[in-house]
Each structure stands twice: as C-alpha cells, then as structure tokens.
C-alpha cells in the first residue's frame, strides 16, 4: 500500500489501532493537505514538507532531480502528474527513484493500471455519467482527483457538494479537490462535511520560490488543523451498520425464492 493511501485511510477512519499493533498514531485531521509544486525542484520539496504538507508532487519531468526531490520530502508521499497517453515507461523513472504515486488523465495507456509499486490517482469530472463513476471503483486506485475550484468559482453551493458526494458514492475512492483561489473556513468545512478527503494547492496559491512555497503551506496547514475533525466514529458505524443490512437481504429474497419453489 502507497504511503498516500495509508494517508487516505487514516483520514477517513482516524488512528484506530489495527489489529494487535499499539503503535502511536497521527492526530485525526479534518483534510490532508497535497502541495501541487510548480516544478520538480528539492529546495520546493524542502519547504513544503517542512511546514506541514500531508503529501508532495510536481509535473513529471524526465530531466527532473527525482531522487534529491524524494530525499528533500523527508519521508511524506512524493508523486509526479502526468498528462496525455503516458504509458508504464513513463513511470518508470519515478519508481525507481523511490516516488509514491502518480496522478494521471484517462487518456492514458490502460497498461499503467498494472503498476504495484505506485501509487494510482486518476481524473475526474462531475459531468461523467454514472455507469462511468461506478467502472471507476473497479480499478486499482487509490485515490480521484476532482475538478478544480478556481479563481472564477462562486462560493461553495450545495450542488458542487452534492456533485462531489455523487462522485464519492458512485466511485467508492477517496477523492482530492485542488484549490486554485484561497478557500474560507466554511467552505473548508463544507468540503469535509461532503467527504472530500484531501485539498491540492495549485502552483499559482504556492509561488515558484522556497519561502513563497512555505508560508502558503503554512498558512493553509493552520486553517486545516483549526478546523474540527471529522466524525470518524459516526462514519464507521454507519459502514459497520451496513454490511448486515446487504446480509439480510440477500438471505430474504434467497428465502422467499424457496418459498416459490415449494409452492411448485
């Protein structure tokens, strides 16, 4: 499992201890926080890990210092974007030089979905029909990533929520929205309350420097993390609740099929 679906999953049902482990786990947060950089540059890595970035990527490059941008994240998931029809080669550079995952358009080659070692992130519109969401949730994905929300946007209205939370339903992934204007806290809050599960800085909120990079990641980190936490024990007992529901159904239309026969 890719560092950022370990994040994903920590995000959606908190630091619940798993199995027999009494590790110590992060504090719950209402939002991951991803820094999309400009470039693929150590010094931006640096910066953006260190004040706070949940996650890391950049344009793929391939005269890009991949391994020294690793190295600089410290440890957080790094991953590359890339565009078009890109097949597995494309990836290869990134997997080797240690990256977490990749995010990519569905235009590219569906051979990439064979990939272990990285993680998969693929785009999304709200517009795609609902057979198409559902096929989504059948591939090896780790995460969506949404339409972004930019300069020209309106506030957040309860259909963009509604338009997210059918998205999420349909396709069963954790999905990541990029912010490409500064968001309020109620508009954060209502990204949460939707189940958005991580927000993307754009490279125009983040600058093309090391000291614009860091207070933009500082900032938004402290508007994450004053944010109250999800209701994660809500949301797994409503999952929990779930499952024998399907149970039973199941075994009422099994019974009322024998019932049909025995009338035979």
């Given at each position: 499992?890719?560092?950022l679906a370990?994040?994903f999953?920590r995000i959606?049902?908190?630091?619940?201890?798993v199995g027999?482990?009494s590790?110590?786990?992060?504090?719950?947060r209402?939002l991951?926080?991803v820094?999309?950089?400009p470039?693929?540059?150590?010094?931006?890595?640096?910066?953006?890990?260190?004040?706070g970035?949940?996650?890391?990527?950049?344009?793929a490059n391939?005269g890009?210092?991949l391994?020294?941008?690793?190295?600089?994240?410290?440890?957080?998931?790094?991953?590359?974007r890339?565009?078009?029809?890109?097949?597995?080669?494309?990836l290869?550079?990134?997997r080797e030089?240690?990256?977490?995952?990749a995010?990519?358009d569905?235009?590219?080659?569906?051979?990439?979905l064979a990939?272990?070692?990285?993680?998969?992130?693929?785009?999304?519109a709200?517009?795609?029909?609902?057979?198409?969401?559902r096929?989504?949730?059948e591939?090896?994905l780790?995460?969506?990533?949404?339409?972004?929300?930019?300069?020209g946007?309106?506030?957040l209205r309860i259909?963009?929520?509604l338009?997210l939370?059918?998205?999420?339903a349909?396709?069963?992934?954790?999905?990541?929205v990029?912010?490409?204007?500064?968001?309020?806290?109620?508009e954060?809050?209502a990204?949460t309350?939707?189940?958005?599960d991580?927000?993307?800085?754009?490279?125009?909120l983040?600058g093309d420097?090391?000291?614009?990079?860091g207070?933009?990641?500082a900032?938004?980190?402290a508007?994450?993390?004053a944010?109250?936490?999800?209701?994660?024990r809500?949301?797994?007992?409503?999952?929990a609740a779930?499952?024998?529901?399907?149970?039973?159904r199941?075994?009422e239309?099994e019974?009322?099929?024998?019932?049909d026969?025995?009338?035979?």
């Amino acid at each position: 499992m890719s560092k950022l679906a370990q994040q994903f999953r920590r995000i959606r049902f908190g630091g619940a201890q798993v199995g027999f482990t009494s590790a110590p786990s992060a504090p719950d947060r209402a939002l991951l926080l991803v820094a999309s950089l400009p470039r693929c540059a150590p010094e931006l890595v640096a910066a953006a890990a260190e004040r706070g970035a949940d996650a890391i990527m950049f344009p793929a490059n391939a005269g890009a210092p991949l391994r020294e941008a690793v190295r600089a994240a410290g440890g957080r998931a790094v991953g590359a974007r890339f565009q078009g029809a890109v097949g597995p080669d494309a990836l290869a550079p990134c997997r080797e030089a240690g990256c977490d995952f990749a995010v990519f358009d569905l235009h590219a080659e569906a051979a990439i979905l064979a990939e272990r070692q990285l993680g998969l992130v693929a785009g999304v519109a709200s517009s795609w029909e609902d057979s198409l969401l559902r096929a989504l949730g059948e591939l090896p994905l780790d995460a969506l990533e949404g339409e972004p929300i930019n300069a020209g946007s309106p506030p957040l209205r309860i259909r963009d929520l509604l338009r997210l939370r059918r998205m999420l339903a349909l396709a069963g992934r954790p999905l990541m929205v990029p912010a490409e204007r500064d968001l309020s806290r109620a508009e954060l809050e209502a990204l949460t309350r939707g189940g958005v599960d991580a927000v993307a800085l754009a490279p125009g909120l983040l600058g093309d420097s090391a000291a614009a990079v860091g207070g933009a990641v500082a900032q938004w980190r402290a508007a994450i993390d004053a944010l109250p936490a999800r209701e994660l024990r809500r949301r797994r007992e409503r999952a929990a609740a779930t499952l024998p529901v399907a149970g039973l159904r199941r075994a009422e239309v099994e019974d009322e099929e024998d019932e049909d026969g025995g009338d035979e």
